[in-house]
């Protein structure tokens, strides 16, 4: 067996418009050399082809996948949702929701975006495949059941969890989303549920300004199976490998998962322009191999990892390749250019300190999901 890796041309071709970052052109607001939003296709198609060119995609099992049908698609999304998106991306594209704009056949690209990651759950479920990388886009994990946010128009690491238990007889699943900004949209979609744990560790408020709190720990059934882990500006790498190690990790245990997805976003990288924390590459294949090793002895290595945020068109594809390359094993480099100043970004010192006790306290006030039975 080996890793999938998931993707589909078409995914590049979503466009979100004419956006000066994230602001619409007109007015004082002037286009900029790029155009667009900040989510464009050149940081997945850059990742793809640094794989390309080291060598790496040859060692992995390259796939496409069919759009997600309706039927998967309404497990989480009205009808009523999915009829305006449908009437719109017909009509040349819109918005249903800022900043979350589309053109012509946005929403055939958004089910095929949903339908990569349903296909990397399957195949990882059904044993085709150890593990699983889904260049999915547009992405999906602020998207809510009934109006999209935040550059996503359909919930695809849910789409795909409904999917799979519709499909197979799979109990719990854990989803960790290291994207810099909030999972809101997953955390809305199960926040009342007890057979899917949702972490999230962002910035805190970054986007959306309003959620991701650490109080927030589900409610009814799901009271305790969601964790939210909001960071300061400057958090790097040391501190996320202690995340994992002192929350996440044990979360997990006490869970005790059969397949863990993660929400697979760069924006937390050092040089990310919509965020302001000290990831590196390194950084990124080191919380990599922390979740694959747990996968490894919770569930059999059941591990899929679906692409979400990240904007540096330049950085993106050196943090890709590095968590890609450590989730298949393999020994392929790309070497980081950036990797020396950041390693020197690092926070130490008095600031070093201080993110050592806010790790510290979110631990000791920590309360575990109830123990799997």
């Not at 041309?9 to 900029?32: D, I, M, R």
């Not at 060598?55 to 309404?74: F, K, T």
């Not at 290291?178 to 199960?190: L, Q, S, Y």
């Not at 190690?245 to 697979?264: E, K, N, T």
Request: proline fraction near 6%.
């Amino acid at each position: 067996m080996a890793t999938g890796f998931f993707w589909d041309e078409k995914c590049f071709w979503h466009s979100g418009g004419n956006f000066a970052f994230t602001l619409p052109v007109g007015g004082l607001v002037q286009p900029t050399a790029a155009g667009g939003l900040p989510e464009d296709p050149e940081t997945k198609r850059r990742l793809k082809n640094l794989m390309d060119v080291t060598g790496l995609s040859r060692e992995l099992d390259m796939r496409s996948a069919e759009m997600a049908s309706r039927e998967d698609l309404l497990r989480v999304h009205p009808a009523d949702y999915l009829d305006r998106f449908k009437a719109l991306s017909d009509a040349g594209g819109g918005q249903l929701g800022v900043p979350a704009p589309f053109s012509s056949g946005g929403y055939e690209i958004a089910a095929l975006s949903a339908g990569l990651a349903c296909a990397a759950m399957d195949a990882v479920w059904r044993g085709e495949l150890d593990n699983a990388y889904s260049l999915s886009r547009p992405p999906g994990h602020h998207c809510l059941p009934d109006a999209p946010q935040g550059f996503c128009l359909m919930a695809n690491i849910a789409i795909g969890i409904e999917a799979i238990k519709a499909r197979h007889d799979v109990g719990r699943i854990a989803v960790i989303d290291w994207d810099v900004h909030h999972g809101n949209g997953t955390e809305a979609i199960f926040y009342d549920r007890d057979d899917v744990l949702t972490i999230s560790l962002h910035q805190d408020k970054s986007f959306p300004i309003d959620s991701g709190a650490f109080e927030d720990r589900g409610r009814g059934a799901g009271e305790g199976y969601n964790i939210n882990l909001p960071l300061p500006p400057g958090t790097g790498d040391a501190q996320y490998r202690d995340l994992m190690d002192r929350i996440v990790i044990p979360a997990l245990d006490r869970f005790a998962p059969d397949m863990i997805v993660v929400a697979c976003g760069y924006d937390a990288a050092a040089v990310d322009p919509l965020a302001r924390l000290q990831m590196s590459a390194a950084g990124f294949a080191g919380i990599t191999a922390q979740v694959k090793a747990a996968a490894e002895r919770l569930c059999d290595g059941r591990l899929v990892l679906v692409h979400e945020g990240g904007y540096s068109e330049v950085y993106v594809p050196f943090c890709g390749h590095a968590t890609i390359a450590t989730l298949a094993g393999s020994t392929i480099d790309a070497p980081d250019p950036l990797g020396h100043l950041i390693a020197r970004r690092q926070p130490d010192g008095v600031f070093g300190a201080f993110l050592d006790g806010y790790i510290a306290d979110m631990a000791e006030k920590m309360t575990w999901p109830p123990q799997a039975t």
